[in-house]
């Protein structure tokens, strides 16, 4: 996971580090069985918060904390991990995970 960056009041800055609740989500996507081969090829942030949702967590319970398209696209901006396919259209963002899928 990537360095905790603190403000000077000791606040968690979140605009450029990812969070744990956020690193938990793209765990769920580059981790899991089921997001390994859905990964391979391109995705919407649509189909990623649907795979999250119905992805169970390490114990086997429901996720409690699933995020919206909206929210899931701003995380894999800041991920290093994916890469936007087409930036410049006004059509939907499909990502590409550019790390290790083995």
Not at 83 to 98: F, Q
Request: hydrophobic share 30%; proline share 3%.
């Amino acid at each position: 996971m990537d360095e905790v960056l603190r403000s000077s009041n000791r606040r968690r800055c979140r605009i450029s580090v990812i969070t744990t609740a956020e690193q938990r989500w793209l765990d769920c996507l580059t981790e899991t069985t089921t997001g390994k081969t859905f990964i391979k090829n391109s995705f919407t942030a649509k189909e990623a918060c649907v795979l999250i949702k119905n992805t169970p967590t390490g114990l086997g319970t429901t996720r409690r904390h699933i995020p919206n398209h909206v929210k899931l696209n701003y995380v894999l901006r800041k991920s290093k991990s994916f890469i936007m396919e087409n930036p410049g259209s006004k059509k939907t963002n499909e990502w590409l995970y550019v790390g290790d899928c083995s």
